[in-house]
């Protein structure tokens, strides 16, 4: 893992001395795992206080399910479901993280009390990396499309961070408060998938310079397609690719069952 600081504001993330832990906390009715579950804001509290009890040390509060064939909603209809979350979660004292692809959906979010954007469009916005530069918060670029000039997925996803790296030190954003998810689930075939599992390793260096990675497997459908398990029996196979990840130097691991991969975590790091 690298060993370095991420700044929030008015302090600063450690990464290196352990696997951060990402809990899950979907405030929606039709995210692909637990879809409204958690969609009241009474429900969501609780879960936010249990995520942190179990070791969660960050959470990621998304208010739109980004699962395969969503229904997008507009901006304000987010904002509505994160406007009450935001203040209440913040009062745990763990960093939130807010997980949107829209830049005046972050900007709100990090006026509430969010740390970091977690961008599932991988920045495909400028205007999500002007709001990143302003506040001066670490985001999180997940690959999300794919360039025809590369047949290969590893390729692909390396000349994605690097893009994405000059796009963001063009506007002036750090480059050191960038993290990168690898992305898997989108734009990728079930193949891609396993192949992308199996060399998480490539990415750890980009160009000589290490990177944060951040990996987000939690219960998603590789994992049904390389064992036949459903959604609701997939989270020790997800703890299965995160010591798999830890290994390879992943350095945050965004999951729905916090308890269990933050266990496994801790031996893992205990051995790496």
Do not use: W
């Not at 990675?213 to 029996?233: E, M, P, Q, W």
Request: hydrophobic share 45%.
């Amino acid at each position: 893992m690298i060993d370095k600081f991420l700044k929030l504001r008015g302090r600063k993330l450690e990464l290196g001395k352990k696997t951060l832990v990402m809990g899950i906390l979907n405030v929606t009715p039709d995210s692909f795992s637990d879809g409204g579950f958690f969609y009241s804001f009474d429900a969501a509290v609780s879960h936010a206080a249990k995520l942190v009890e179990d070791g969660a040390d960050i959470i990621d509060v998304g208010a739109e399910s980004t699962r395969p064939n969503f229904t997008p909603i507009n901006a304000d209809e987010e904002i509505s479901r994160l406007e009450k979350i935001i203040p209440a979660v913040k009062k745990f004292g763990v960093p939130i993280s807010v997980d949107t692809y829209k830049p005046e959906v972050a900007a709100v979010a990090l006026e509430l009390g969010a740390e970091i954007i977690n961008d599932v469009s991988g920045l495909a916005s400028d205007e999500m990396i002007h709001v990143a530069k302003k506040f001066d918060v670490p985001v999180i670029a997940m690959h999300n499309r794919r360039d025809e000039n590369f047949s290969s997925v590893i390729d692909d996803i390396k000349n994605f961070f690097r893009q994405t790296l000059k796009r963001c030190e063009s506007f002036g954003l750090d480059a050191a408060q960038i993290i990168f998810d690898v992305g898997l689930g989108f734009g990728k075939t079930q193949e891609e998938n396993l192949k992308v599992l199996r060399n998480l390793r490539e990415f750890k260096i980009l160009d000589g310079v290490e990177v944060p990675l951040l990996l987000g497997v939690s219960r998603k459908s590789v994992i049904g397609y390389a064992t036949g398990f459903n959604v609701d029996d997939r989270d020790e196979a997800t703890g299965a690719i995160c010591v798999l990840a830890i290994s390879q130097g992943v350095d945050i691991v965004r999951v729905h069952n916090v308890k269990m991969i933050y266990k496994m975590c801790k031996m893992t790091d205990s051995l790496c």
